[in-house]
């Protein structure tokens, strides 16, 4: 079975390919103020090996290679790996951009201290959910962190991707992380949804 929604399957398969990124809905030009405070606050270090799951086009790979860290970005979409090669290229920045499902992450075992995940976790199926968790357990070191920031259930109801509740942020993680911070941040206002609550998801591999 697919990670995503129906709807989300269909719309990622052509969107990288069909739309500008100055079109689509997700793309701020800019990473989110949570995790700006993550790497101002060295909860993510430089020298942090740090797998981004779902990377799109490349913004926050881009962001945690120009503060040191060495980053692996993966997607399936090839026309999203395309967009975050030019943008790393115009940096200059190192970037080892992968194609690969978020199930099966080609990566070895424990080799991130972090994983993050921007706006991947609200498309997955409910009952998928605990799959995708125990692939970020098996890339994620004992004591390293899975970063998440997520729609949170505070946002308008509508179209989109699922709003998750505190239940939802919480229940499929526990088994395999301890939880560092779990707070709704409000996030970069868009044409579309002005009123942007997300999730700051901060988890920590179970086991160090
Ligand atoms: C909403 S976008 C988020 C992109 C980026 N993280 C961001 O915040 O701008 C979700 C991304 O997940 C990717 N994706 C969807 N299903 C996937 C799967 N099964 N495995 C890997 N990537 C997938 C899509 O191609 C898309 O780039």
């Known amino acids: 079975m697919d990670a995503f929604t129906d709807h989300w399957v269909e719309r990622f398969s052509d969107v990288y390919d069909e739309e500008r990124l100055s079109e689509i809905c997700w793309v701020t030009g800019s990473v989110n103020p949570a995790v700006q405070g993550l790497v101002i606050d060295q909860v993510v270090p430089r020298g942090s ?3 981004d799951l779902g990377c799109g086009p490349g913004v926050h790979a ?6 040191g860290m060495d980053v692996t970005a993966v997607d399936r979409s ?16 190192e970037v080892t951009f992968l194609e690969g499902d978020i199930l099966d992450v080609p990566v070895a075992d424990a080799s991130a201290d972090v ?3 921007s706006f991947v976790y609200h498309n997955v199926r409910p009952e998928v959910r605990e799959r995708y968790v125990a692939e970020v357990a098996r890339v994620v070191r004992p004591g390293g962190l899975a970063v998440l920031t997520e729609f949170s259930d505070r946002m308008t109801p ?8 505190s239940d939802d942020m919480l229940l499929p993680w526990l088994e395999h992380f301890e939880v560092d ?14 009123d942007q609550w997300h999730w700051l998801a901060v988890y920590r591999r179970r086991g160090a």
């Open 62 to 67: 881009v962001f945690f290679a120009q503060h």
């Open 49 to 51: 090996r740090l797998v």
């Open 78 to 93: 090839t026309a999203a790996l395309a967009r975050g090669r030019e943008l790393a290229a115009f940096y200059g920045a």
């Open 181 to 194: 911070e779990l707070r709704r941040f409000r996030s970069l206002p868009t044409e579309k949804r002005p």
């Open 115 to 117: 994983v993050h995940d």
């Open 158 to 165: 509508g179209t989109g991707p699922l709003r998750l509740t």
